[in-house]
């Protein structure tokens, strides 16, 4: 394979992975009706940013720890597992209470804040906590470093690609959901939204923890 035949393979599944519905997604509407397009862009940003981390960490080689040691890679699947659980238990419990769902407008600069920082936070674990990011990661990368040269800054390269792309999908989407502001702000739509989101983060909690 060429080293232009294989970026063009790379960037081709990259970007099916990034566009494809998942967690990243429903994390960064979540987010964007929750507090706006800045809320969602940092929700994609602390997404993107473990992507960096876990290239790191698949070059230097602890990712064949954890996938070499069960207990290890399970521990890891359960909480992230738990983790999209809880995140889909408060949005639930957002849509089952009377009034429940929020807008940007209805928030002052310290809750605003707050949400900000819990938006990068929330983004950042959900990647991290991610077994199936740890394999893509440890089963894909590899294939497209050349040994002769420095793993860590390739890989950290390709992730770049990777961040790149997924901060220009992902802010899209949360523009085109900012966008829908005044649809989302009426509490019915809000409650359907926060129900909708929860339910499917749930489900994909479970799923994972399932998952072998």
């Given at each position: 394979?060429?080293?232009?035949?294989g970026m063009a393979t790379y960037l081709a599944a990259i970007t099916l992975l990034t566009i494809t519905p998942?967690?990243?997604?429903?994390?960064?509407?979540?987010?964007?009706?929750?507090?706006?397009?800045?809320?969602?862009?940092?929700?994609?940003?602390?997404?993107?940013?473990?992507?960096?981390?876990?290239?790191?960490?698949?070059?230097?080689?602890?990712?064949?720890?954890?996938?070499?040691?069960?207990?290890?890679?399970?521990?890891?699947?359960?909480?992230?597992?738990?983790?999209?659980?809880?995140?889909?238990?408060?949005?639930?419990?957002?849509?089952?209470?009377?009034?429940?769902?929020?807008?940007?407008?209805?928030?002052?600069?310290?809750?605003?804040?707050?949400?900000?920082?819990?938006?990068?936070?929330?983004?950042?674990?959900?990647?991290?906590?991610?077994?199936?990011?740890?394999?893509?990661?440890?089963?894909?990368?590899?294939?497209?470093?050349?040994?002769?040269?420095?793993?860590?800054?390739?890989?950290?390269?390709?992730?770049?690609?990777?961040?790149?792309?997924?901060?220009?999908?992902?802010?899209?989407?949360?523009?085109?959901?900012?966008?829908?502001?005044?649809?989302?702000?009426?509490?019915?739509?809000?409650?359907?939204?926060?129900g909708a989101t929860g339910s499917i983060m749930t489900v994909f909690g479970v799923k994972l923890a399932l998952?072998?």
């Amino acid at each position: 394979m060429t080293a232009e035949h294989g970026m063009a393979t790379y960037l081709a599944a990259i970007t099916l992975l990034t566009i494809t519905p998942g967690v990243d997604t429903v994390l960064v509407i979540r987010n964007t009706a929750r507090g706006g397009f800045r809320d969602g862009a940092l929700s994609s940003l602390g997404i993107c940013a473990g992507l960096l981390v876990h290239a790191a960490i698949s070059a230097v080689g602890v990712s064949v720890i954890l996938l070499q040691s069960a207990w290890a890679f399970r521990a890891l699947k359960l909480a992230g597992a738990a983790y999209l659980i809880w995140l889909g238990l408060i949005s639930l419990k957002s849509a089952a209470t009377r009034g429940g769902g929020f807008s940007i407008q209805q928030k002052g600069k310290s809750d605003r804040r707050d949400g900000a920082r819990r938006s990068l936070l929330e983004g950042f674990l959900s990647n991290i906590l991610n077994p199936k990011a740890v394999v893509f990661y440890m089963a894909f990368l590899p294939q497209f470093i050349d040994p002769s040269r420095s793993a860590l800054a390739q890989a950290l390269f390709l992730a770049g690609l990777h961040f790149a792309i997924a901060m220009v999908w992902q802010c899209f989407l949360a523009s085109m959901v900012d966008h829908a502001q005044a649809l989302i702000a009426r509490q019915g739509v809000r409650r359907g939204l926060d129900g909708a989101t929860g339910s499917i983060m749930t489900v994909f909690g479970v799923k994972l923890a399932l998952s072998q």
